[in-house]
């Protein structure tokens, strides 16, 4: 019998987990989560990371470990006005990074702490990773004043986050895998550095000839924050969709949803988005545990076999270039 014909889309073949660290900004948690004194411990492509909130409310980014001895300034450091104390030998860095205080002499020259870009935006704490020490660009600014206040839950599992970016302009799986009975293109791609948009709309069939249209307006900056406008013209409401995928560690990505209605001066405007806002987020994070289980099985195809009715895949993969190194372009 002859051997198994090989396939290039085969030998391009490779686990997501090991896709190469993105560059960009991703959300180590919200904002509420760290209050002014507070402490927040997380990781970012396995970097051990602390977050902190001065006592004037300025929020910081930093290496997890004392450059004096290597103790973990998140587990028992203090904020201590505009400084974090660490709770091995007391010593005390500024926002900057820069070593103020040694409890019994002269703070060592060396004794600097690594500080990362940190901004807040949608109401969640961004961390940029990168080989830059100055970010190029940023996530644009939003008005958060004109959206109520977030409903938010979270995802782990292991993938990555170009996989779950890519879900946004994969319209083929919106039909198959989530049951989106008609999807559309509403609005064409368009590529703005590393800013991604697009738009579709949907109807979804409910009972016989019944069914409900929504439109989704996206913009995609980088791989970290997506932001989807969703429009119900049913009800008259517009509601914010955030996706946040963040690697924390070598195939590990925690996903942050959160769910916001635009406000409205209308008593009953004000209720039926607050009640739709919460069905949303709950039917939105049912079908990503559908996006979930393949993504946590799938294998990562780097000549993918595009076909019509996919939607923009191949541009979305020039696209996500640029948030690699040369060698790991994608």
């Avoid at 470990?65 to 860095?93: D, K, S, W």
């Avoid at 020259?109 to 500080?115: I, M, S, V």
């Avoid at 961390?127 to 830059?132: A, T």
């Avoid at 008005?143 to 986050?161: E, I, K, T, V, Y």
């Amino acid at each position: 019998m002859p051997p198994f014909p090989p396939s290039s889309a085969l030998h391009a073949r490779k686990p997501i987990a090991r896709l190469e660290s993105p560059y960009g900004w991703f959300a180590v948690g919200w904002s509420r989560e760290c209050r002014p004194g507070s402490i927040l411990t997380t990781q970012l492509n396995s970097r051990e990371i602390v977050v902190f909130r001065t006592a004037s409310g300025k929020l910081v980014a930093a290496d997890a470990y004392c450059p004096h001895l290597g103790a973990h300034l998140g587990h028992g450091g203090t904020v201590v006005r505009e400084e974090i104390r660490c709770p091995f030998h007391g010593f005390r860095f500024s926002t900057t990074g820069a070593c103020t205080h040694n409890p019994y002499g002269t703070p060592p020259p060396a004794a600097r702490l690594g500080t990362i870009p940190v901004l807040e935006r949608y109401g969640a704490i961004l961390v940029y990773s990168g080989p830059e020490t100055t970010p190029a660009w940023e996530p644009p600014d939003d008005d958060s004043s004109q959206w109520r206040g977030l409903l938010m839950r979270s995802h782990h599992f292991q993938g990555h986050p170009q996989e779950v970016t890519e879900n946004s302009v994969d319209l083929g799986h919106l039909r198959i895998l989530h049951a989106f009975g008609e999807v559309r293109a509403t609005q064409p791609l368009t590529i703005d550095g590393p800013l991604l948009r697009a738009g579709y709309g949907i109807r979804r069939r409910l009972i016989g000839q019944f069914g409900m249209d929504a439109t989704f307006d996206l913009m995609a900056a980088g791989l970290g924050v997506s932001i989807v406008e969703l429009t119900l013209p049913a009800f008259r409401v517009r509601l914010r969709l955030l996706v946040l995928p963040t690697l924390v560690s070598d195939g590990k990505v925690v996903l942050r949803l959160a769910v916001s209605a635009r406000r409205s001066r209308k008593v009953l405007s004000t209720v039926i988005s607050a009640v739709l806002a919460r069905v949303t987020l709950a039917a939105f994070s049912q079908e990503v545990r559908r996006d979930i289980d393949i993504w946590r099985h799938k294998t990562y195809l780097a000549r993918p076999a595009i076909a019509d009715g996919d939607g923009q895949v191949g541009r979305y993969r020039q696209w996500v270039r640029q948030f690699y190194s040369v060698d790991g372009a994608q």
